[in-house]
């Protein structure tokens, strides 16, 4: 009978599988949740505890400046950090209980943005995840960090 650690293991390699296989197409096209599918990412590169998303600012994203919003900077960096976490294979969903943004350059709307996140720690209950937003020059346009705790509710990707 296989132990919790390889069914963790297990089900992280079917959803690295998963996400490799959608690599350069758009999230909106998947099943991923509604928000993620309208803030329609596209995977760059994927590998346990690791994510890069490539995004395009759009005028809906943007403040009356039009420039990419601070909430929409949250919000890429936390859904990267949700979709990275859906990577380390946890039969339980895991949920923010803090999140930390710093803003530190800008985008405008029709520009791209990379956002790389990535699990710096995984303890027994809870996991520390980063997350960084690039314009397409690589200059820094914001950075995060976020706690997340394990729970018991389990996604209909893990079921």
């Given at each position: 009978?296989?132990?919790?650690?390889d069914?963790?293991?297990?089900?992280?390699?079917?959803?690295?599988?998963?996400?490799?296989?959608?690599?350069?197409?758009?999230?909106?096209?998947?099943?991923?949740?509604?928000?993620t599918?309208?803030?329609?990412?596209?995977?760059?590169?994927?590998?346990?505890g690791?994510?890069?998303?490539?995004?395009?600012?759009?005028?809906?994203?943007?403040?009356?400046?039009?420039?990419?919003?601070g909430?929409?900077q949250?919000?890429?960096?936390?859904?990267?950090?949700?979709i990275?976490?859906a990577?380390?294979?946890?039969?339980?969903?895991?949920?923010?209980?803090?999140f930390?943004?710093?803003?530190?350059?800008?985008v405008?709307?029709?520009?791209?943005?990379r956002?790389k996140?990535r699990?710096?720690r995984?303890?027994?209950?809870?996991?520390h995840?980063?997350?960084?937003?690039?314009?397409?020059?690589g200059?820094?346009?914001?950075?995060?960090?976020?706690?997340?705790?394990?729970?018991?509710?389990?996604?209909?990707?893990?079921?």
């Amino acid at each position: 009978m296989p132990n919790e650690q390889d069914e963790v293991k297990k089900r992280s390699e079917q959803m690295v599988e998963f996400f490799i296989a959608m690599k350069g197409k758009e999230l909106k096209d998947f099943p991923v949740p509604p928000f993620t599918k309208w803030l329609n990412g596209t995977i760059i590169d994927v590998k346990r505890g690791e994510m890069e998303l490539e995004f395009v600012v759009r005028p809906e994203m943007a403040n009356p400046t039009g420039i990419l919003h601070g909430g929409m900077q949250c919000a890429l960096m936390d859904d990267t950090i949700g979709i990275v976490c859906a990577t380390l294979g946890y039969e339980g969903f895991l949920i923010g209980i803090d999140f930390h943004a710093d803003y530190l350059g800008r985008v405008k709307v029709g520009e791209n943005v990379r956002v790389k996140g990535r699990i710096a720690r995984e303890g027994r209950k809870i996991v520390h995840a980063t997350a960084e937003i690039h314009d397409m020059d690589g200059n820094i346009i914001a950075t995060s960090e976020c706690n997340l705790t394990k729970t018991s509710f389990r996604p209909d990707y893990a079921k």
